[in-house]
């Protein structure tokens, strides 16, 4: 196995993120939390030498659903058009996806199929409670795109990975 090309998402060991931008993430997914809906964001940034530099919280339009089933959104493709558009615009990177739970904070087999996220290396964060509790990223489920497969990230490794400045 070939080592991952510096400067792609694969390659990324350690995540800088601004307080601002956790706030943020926080904040909408708990907006949408009273409501009694999950809510989603994508952080997005730039990578240098192994390090992804979130830059940005973008928190895009998204349908909520409530059914007897359960809880769920989708974006529409209009949306992810916009988002691939600005990205390009900007020459930002889609670095994670952050969505809330009404419970605990697993990655469901509908987070598994419909990820916004699908470059190798990518990062999905599923925060539980819609989001009440802590803003700690360690307190969260943490998966990583791995060949194809969204791969649990142990706790000890999130503590490493992810810098709050």
């Known amino acids: 196995m070939t080592s991952p090309r510096l400067g792609t998402l694969a390659a990324v060991t350690t995540v800088h993120l601004a307080r601002t931008v956790l706030d943020q993430t926080v904040d909408a997914l708990r907006a949408y939390g009273r409501s009694g809906n999950e809510g989603f964001a994508l952080w997005l940034g730039t990578i240098t030498e192994g390090v992804a530099h ?9 349908n ?8 769920g959104y989708f974006v529409d493709t209009q949306t992810l058009f916009a988002l691939n558009r600005y990205l390009s615009e900007r020459k930002l990177r889609l670095i994670a996806q952050v969505h809330s739970h009404p419970t ?5 087999s509908t987070d598994d199929a419909y990820a916004v996220v699908t470059t190798e ?10 989001a009440r509790g802590a803003a700690r990223i360690p307190a969260w489920a943490v998966y990583r795109l791995r060949q194809g497969r969204w791969v649990a990230v142990p706790t000890r490794d999130v503590e490493r990975t992810f810098v709050v400045q």
Not at 57 to 62: D, G, M, N, R, S
Not at 64 to 71: D, F, H, L, M
Not at 121 to 130: A, E, K, T
């Open 64 to 71: 909520s659903i409530q059914n007897e089933t359960g809880v």
């Open 121 to 130: 290396g990518g990062f999905s964060l599923v925060v539980p409670f819609f």
């Open 104 to 108: 605990e904070a697993y990655h469901s």
């Open 54 to 62: 979130v830059e940005r919280c973008f928190v895009p339009e998204q």
